[in-house]
């Protein structure tokens, strides 16, 4: 997925009618939810284009964002979906030790297992910290706070590219000594990213480890 866009598609948040706090969590406004229709007017195209909406029609619901960007995430890195990816790779050549990118995978295992106090948490400083985009942070807010969201499979699919594209290059934190595996929330991970379908699936480094 390109810079430009991830930049097309957060526009469209713009539409959804947000009740959002200082800190970059909002939820959906009182009698809607993900699949309420909105209206939209694709002034320069950007939903016919990007092949969300058909030739004609003026609603837009968050339901159709999530699947858009279900489609480009499937080969996206996270320098993509930072506000300044040149801040967030300054960052990571620093030599500081941060390990940013794991509070994304963090929020998203925690979002998968129905942690939402933790979520919102990672969420926040995802925010703060490794520089997540305003909207799109925005978007996952409402998607944690939406109850029907733990058992929804576009919403799950979601979770699961998150956790992908930001996996950790050590995986021995996620181990559960006590119960002989992995812990409740990384298992869960690894049977989302069974119900997904990705051009390299085969290669994470994830895959490959479970499978040894």
């Known amino acids: 997925m390109s ?29 809607t939810n993900i699949d309420t229709q909105f209206y939209f007017k694709d002034l320069d195209g950007i939903a016919v284009r990007l092949g ?8 837009i619901s968050l339901r159709d964002i999530v699947k858009l960007l279900n ?8 320098d993509e979906i930072v506000e300044s990816p040149r801040r967030y790779r300054q960052l990571q050549s620093s030599g500081s030790g941060l390990p940013l990118k794991n509070l994304l995978f963090d929020f998203s295992l925690s979002a998968l297992n129905g942690d939402y106090l933790d979520a919102k948490l990672y969420l926040t400083h995802s925010f703060y910290l490794l520089g997540l985009r305003r909207r799109f ?71 490959n480890l479970r499978n040894q």
């Open 71 to 78: 489609k480009f995430l499937i080969d996206a890195k996270i």
């Open 137 to 207: 942070v925005l978007l996952l807010s409402i998607l944690i706070n939406e109850p029907v969201s733990i058992n929804d499979t576009d919403v799950r699919k979601l979770f699961t590219y998150l956790a992908l594209i930001s996996e950790p290059n050590n995986v021995d934190v996620h181990f559960d000594m006590d119960n002989n595996g992995f812990s409740n929330r990384y298992s869960i991970y690894l049977q989302e990213l069974q119900k997904v379908t990705l051009p390299d699936i085969n290669n994470s480094p994830l895959i």
């Open 52 to 59: 969300v909406l058909e030739m004609g029609k003026n609603t």
């Open 3 to 31: 810079f430009g866009i991830f930049k097309e598609i957060e526009r469209l948040v713009e539409y959804i009618p947000i009740e959002s706090h200082a800190e970059g969590i909002g939820k959906l406004e009182e009698n």
